[in-house]
């Protein structure tokens, strides 16, 4: 099974990020199941588990229309396990690790997110 990941940017291609003062960038990503729609409508659940410093590192996903998008917000690189849950009562196991590259910081594509 396929995984994709990518940097989530605004309408307008800015990379999102969160930061804290005195605390790293925190950019926006994305992950999801990169499989054709015949392998999607076989998937009842994907669970991500991010690295174990996130607050909730386990993330279940149902949501098929996205194709099972799970978004979270991190500074790091870091190793993702995968289970997949399937319509008939199998799962399968996966894992990947998250590289994602930045654009160059040219002070007007990255644009703050509001810390919550």
């Known amino acids: 099974m396929n995984f994709a990941y990518r940097v989530v940017t605004d309408p307008a291609g800015r990379v999102e990020y969160k930061h804290r003062p005195g605390g790293r960038k925190h950019f926006h990503l ?64 996966f894992s990947f690790f998250l590289d994602y590259s930045l654009p160059p910081d040219l002070g007007l594509n990255y644009i703050q997110l509001p810390v919550e």
């Open 30 to 93: 994305a992950v999801s199941v990169d499989e054709p729609a015949k392998t999607i409508d076989h998937i009842r659940l994907v669970e991500y588990r991010l690295h174990e410093t996130f607050r909730e590192p386990i993330r279940h996903n149902d949501d098929r229309a996205s194709q099972f998008t799970e978004h979270f917000f991190t500074w790091g690189k870091f190793m993702i396990f995968v289970t997949v849950l399937f319509i008939d009562g199998s799962r399968e196991q």
